[in-house]
């Protein structure tokens, strides 16, 4: 019997394949990973900076990579408007997973 009840994940294993085949075009991932390291790159700056302001740009410099590769490239909708928790962790599970080699880049 399936875990998976009214289109709704039990848990981030099982949802993680359907967030891998969400981002099959590789554009599509690779700008979610631009956009990932985007925000450390911004989160890092704020901390050491103090400037606090930047951490505003956060959410558009994440999800403004992630959303045009799903707009302009993968052509879905993103898993973030069904699944914004478990997608958040997807982004960044995905992004590791890229450096380990465990996906392509």
Known sequence: MSTRT???FQS????YPYYLQEHSNPTC?????VGSLL???LLGYAIVSGQWLWLL???LAGYGFAWVG?????KNRPATFKYPLWSFMGDWVML??????????
């Open 6 to 8: 009214a289109d709704r």
């Open 57 to 59: 740009a956060l959410p």
């Open 12 to 15: 981030f294993a099982e949802f």
């Open 70 to 74: 799903h707009f302009v490239f993968e």
């Open 96 to 105: 590791k997973d890229a450096f380990t080699g465990r996906i392509r880049f």
């Open 39 to 41: 925000v450390l790159s």
């Open 29 to 33: 991932r690779r700008l979610h990973y």
